[in-house]
């Protein structure tokens, strides 16, 4: 066994020398590999047991695999597809990671804590990305002002999570793809992490504990609706009419609001999981009673529920036109928007914010090192 000095320097090693990660590989992948090299299958599952159940943190710990094994991995693969650069902690609770990707990209992922009234821990929710950056550009998201980088692969993906475990000693119970980027413009790698996230092999979380928001990449939503473990599903509306919704959402150009609810009925249908409407109330801009009046149209169409988020200012990425305009709107107003729902028989949530203090809004993250936020 190497001490931990061999262990930082063998992860330095591997960050010089580029291989392919192995938690790109799926249970099945890696028994192809493991066939290839004439080793037993029952390798793999002892592989996948050092990885996922012993968070293994260098292929030198996997002590149930023969030697020489364990240096042909360490040789061919990397464990390791990101590191945490830094974290803030909110005076909530919430904790905000800042990542490092192996080609020195950032990411942020967060981390909530959800207590009882008992004080006791309810649930620990991990928001994560999807993406470096984002091309979709929504007008009130300070991670679509700030441009697109690259897709996460589904190491990158799944080791936010195994990350965050690690650093804080404890088990995610809820995760929401929520973070940066849009998860469907990522399906490929997005889908092959949540088969890794609720792999029998790699279990690392239960599929209906996992939410993956999206802005309504309407073909994509059908798609994943016929995938082995569909998460619950949760969609960036914002708008009640086309013409608004275009406004801040560019990507609604392309799956109006009929195609989406096409779609999101034909997830319903295929999965039976509850959807979430994801609302900011903006002033003057999407709380008339009009608005109120298609909510509730749109929410009844299947069984959900509607979640009021709040707005975080994203003045500090010089926002223009239609981004510079939106200003959320008064909790008082929020509470009669919401009350009007509810008098019409929709399930609404209004949410407060968590860590607001660490700019964390979930959706609406921004990279606090490259933009000297917060720091
Ligand atoms: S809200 Fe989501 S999809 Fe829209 S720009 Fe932000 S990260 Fe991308």
Redesign the pocket.
């Known amino acids: 066994m190497r001490d931990s000095a061999e262990n930082i320097r063998y992860i330095i090693k591997e960050k010089i020398k580029p291989k392919r990660q192995i938690k790109d590989f799926s249970f099945e992948e890696m028994k192809e590999y493991f066939e290839s090299k004439g080793e037993a299958n029952y390798r793999v599952n002892q592989l996948f047991d050092e990885i996922y159940s012993n968070r293994a943190l260098s292929f030198f710990e996997m002590t149930t695999l023969p030697k020489g094994l364990r240096q042909t991995l360490s040789e061919e693969f990397s464990l390791h597809s990101l590191k945490i650069d830094s974290k803030r902690i909110s005076q909530d609770g919430s904790i905000k990671y800042l990542f490092e990707l192996n080609d020195s990209n950032l990411i942020e992922a967060v981390y909530m804590p959800w207590i009882n009234e008992e004080g006791e821990m309810e649930r620990s929710t991990l928001c994560i990305s999807s ?1 470096a950056g ?5 007008a ?6 700030l441009g697109f980088k690259r897709n996460l692969t589904p190491s990158e993906i799944i080791e936010q999570i195994m990350l965050v475990e690690a650093d804080l000693n404890l088990k995610i119970n809820n995760v929401v793809i ?5 998860p469907l ?1 990522n399906y490929a790698n997005v889908v092959k992490s949540l088969q890794l996230m609720t792999g029998e092999k790699s279990k690392i979380i239960g599929r209906r504990k996992i939410t993956l ?3 309504g990449i309407a073909t994509k939503i059908k798609l994943l609706a016929n995938i082995d473990s569909p998460p619950k599903l949760a969609i ?1 509306l914002h708008a009640t009419t086309n013409a608004t919704r275009q406004k801040i ?1 560019p ?1 609604s150009k392309s799956f109006d609001i009929s195609s989406l609810m096409d779609a999101i009925e034909f997830y319903y249908r295929q999965t039976k999981m509850p959807i979430t409407y994801e609302y900011i109330v903006f002033d003057g801009f999407n709380d008339t009673p009009e608005d109120a009046e298609r909510l509730r149209k749109i929410a009844l169409r299947v069984p959900s529920r509607v979640n009021f988020i709040p707005y975080n200012d994203i003045s500090f990425t010089n926002p223009q036109g239609i981004s510079k305009e939106l200003k959320p709107a008064t909790s008082e107003k929020i509470a009669e928007f919401a009350n009007a729902l509810r008098s019409a028989g929709v399930a609404v949530i209004v949410r407060d914010t968590y860590g607001r203090d660490i700019e964390a809004a979930c ?3 921004a990279l606090s090192k490259d933009n000297k936020v917060g720091e």
Do not use: K, N, R, V
């Not at 009130?140 to 002002?145: D, H, K, L, N, S």
């Open positions: 993406m984002c091309p979709a550009g929504c009130f998201c300070a991670t679509g002002m929520m973070g940066m980027g849009e413009l928001s999206t802005a960036s959402i990507i959706g609406q993250l």
